[in-house]
């Protein structure tokens, strides 16, 4: 804590970006980008001391700008995180969806279509609620049309939006 005794856990070909340390503090779910094209992130988790590098998910799917902000749910059994797609156009606004995955990296699924992000200079968030039975996500779009923060069960269902946020 006080910033001593640093040491490297494991190298990684990439940026190593918004890691989440689970419930137990045993784990660390963490991003790379190992560039800047689509496709270039994927997701892992580690235990604390370095040992057990698993990849949950990536490298991101062809056509997407890969995965957000990974939250462990309260219980530690499942980690939710922001995943994108390209529009059809191949043109912005990027979709936004939130999943989840088992914490062993399996039975990803959807959970619900979370509105569109120009994503420049912006990274959309997600968090559970302590009881786990919500979720809430802030979205960002250059024309403010989908930005703001939302709330949602955690099963996905009653998406609601809560306060409307700029990119200003």
């Known amino acids: ?47 604390r001391d370095g040992s057990n590098l698993t990849e949950l998910l990536g490298p991101a799917p062809h056509g997407t700008i890969g995965f957000f902000d990974p939250a462990w749910s309260p219980d530690g059994s499942r980690i939710a995180y922001i995943a994108s797609s390209q ?13 989840v995955v088992d914490a062993d990296g399996s039975d ?12 420049i200079g912006f990274t959309p968030g997600l968090t559970w609620s302590p009881d786990g039975a919500s979720m809430a996500l802030n979205t960002g779009s250059l024309d403010d049309q989908d930005s703001g923060l939302y709330v949602m069960n955690a099963d996905g269902t009653g998406l609601r939006f809560v306060a409307k946020g700029t990119n200003g």
Do not use: H, K, M
């Open 1 to 47: 804590p006080e910033g001593g005794n640093r040491s490297t856990l494991v190298e990684l070909v990439g940026n190593i970006v918004q890691p989440a340390w689970s419930p137990d503090g045993e784990r660390i779910a963490f991003q790379v980008i190992s560039g800047y094209g689509p496709g270039e992130r994927s997701f892992y988790v580690i235990d």
């Open 87 to 99: 529009p059809a156009t191949r043109q912005y606004p990027w979709r936004l969806r939130v999943e």
């Open 108 to 119: 990803p699924t959807e959970l619900v279509e979370a509105g569109t992000c120009y994503c």
